[in-house]
């Protein structure tokens, strides 16, 4: 028979043991149940329900946190229009997966992009730190507090210990906010629907957040039809116009986020005469951000274009064939206009027109050529 401590020892070890199995198991099960959660959540984000996404997604992370489920939150709350409530869920990824996580990347380029687009909503209540709902979702923090809204028509309300106001708000610029200011009615010692609010104004926000752009190492490739005119040294019989298709590459840095310096690199054939014609450039350059899908810029490039025709009638005193044009290699100053079309997690897609002009000496000609250009500037 063993010692009455040993028993005590082996029976408290086996309670241990079974405690710990116990444990073991739930969260086994809990972990294959935010597992099959999640994997719902992302079917029916597929699906374009978001609604329901979301709250499997949250449900999964009650059972089994994961910075990846919170990532999806965001990405849900962003399509569901929840600005701040994406922000939020972004923002809250990015700290618990660092610089380095899966999707670092992303979340802060969608944080930004969110950021560009909605308008911040101030709200001011008197007295303060009164319940704030935007509707009929929770601002993050009592009053006076900010959130970020989508653009259009918005109900505002106010709740206090023993108050209640509320009113309408339009917050239509991106880069301008919108301040409410809601007050207890005097006297107004109940909940009450009927208070108004002392005033409703559209002003720039004391925490209005400024256009967010990239930030570092820009890359853009596009494809381009380049529209060209050569102007004759000697005549209208050295004059042609035409178009040629051609690639721009551009490399840079963004040293804020509106500006950015550039390296960019143009080449181009087309199909008119013999030999075909060539459209070189190679120079420095950049762009600024006026607007949030907006972008001028400007380059130097140096290079050269070059053509050839067949004149309509015979040049008296020349043999019939092909005439050739060109403006040696040159200088070329280059303007640009670019609107982004939509923008993805990795970039924005962009449509542009560049007017060019590229410089003579005497001997040769002159030529002004635009390209026309589509293609994806990554950041």
Request: with cysteine.
């Amino acid at each position: 028979m063993l010692p009455g401590r040993l028993r005590v020892a082996r029976l408290v070890l086996s309670f241990a043991l079974v405690a710990t199995c116990s444990r073991a198991a739930r969260a086994d099960d809990a972990t294959d149940s935010a597992r099959a959660h999640f994997s719902e959540g992302v079917t029916r984000f597929e699906a374009g329900d978001y609604e329901g996404a979301r709250a499997l997604f949250l449900r999964a992370d009650s059972e089994h946190h994961a910075p990846v489920i919170i990532y999806n939150v965001a990405r849900s709350e962003e399509r569901l229009d929840h600005p701040q409530a994406a922000v939020d869920a972004y923002d809250s990824y990015l700290r618990e997966a660092g610089d380095s996580g899966e999707f670092a990347t992303a979340a802060a380029l969608a944080m930004a992009q969110i950021r560009a687009r909605s308008p911040r909503l101030r709200v001011e209540t008197s007295p303060p730190g009164a319940n704030v709902f935007v509707d009929a979702q929770a601002a993050p923090e009592k009053s006076p507090t900010s959130i970020l809204v989508t653009i259009g028509h918005h109900h505002v309300v106010a709740q206090g210990d023993d108050w209640h106001a509320e009113t309408e708000v339009d917050a239509t610029d991106p880069s301008k906010g919108a301040i409410v200011t809601l007050a207890r009615a005097p006297g107004n010692s109940a909940v009450s629907s009927t208070s108004t609010p002392t005033s409703t104004h559209l002003a720039p926000a004391p925490e209005t957040v400024p256009i967010s752009g990239p930030n570092g190492l820009v890359l853009g490739m596009s494809f381009s039809i380049v529209a060209y005119h050569f102007f004759s040294k000697r005549g209208q019989a050295d004059t042609t116009t035409g178009v040629a298709p051609a690639l721009i590459a551009d490399v840079g840095y963004a040293i804020t986020p509106r500006v950015e310096i550039t390296l960019r690199v143009l080449g181009g054939l087309g199909s008119e005469g013999t030999p075909v014609t060539l459209v070189e450039g190679l120079g420095p350059g950049f762009s600024f951000r006026a607007l949030p899908a907006l972008w001028i810029g400007a380059w130097c490039l140096g290079g050269r274009i070059e053509s050839s025709f067949t004149p309509g009638e015979p040049i008296p005193g020349e043999a019939p064939g092909p005439r050739y044009v060109e403006t040696g290699w040159v200088f070329a100053p280059e303007l640009e206009a670019s609107v982004a079309l939509f923008q993805t997690d990795y970039g924005q897609w962009m449509l542009s027109i560049s007017p060019s002009y590229y410089f003579a000496s005497p001997q040769d000609n002159g030529a002004l050529f635009v390209p026309m250009s589509f293609g994806l500037r990554t950041f």
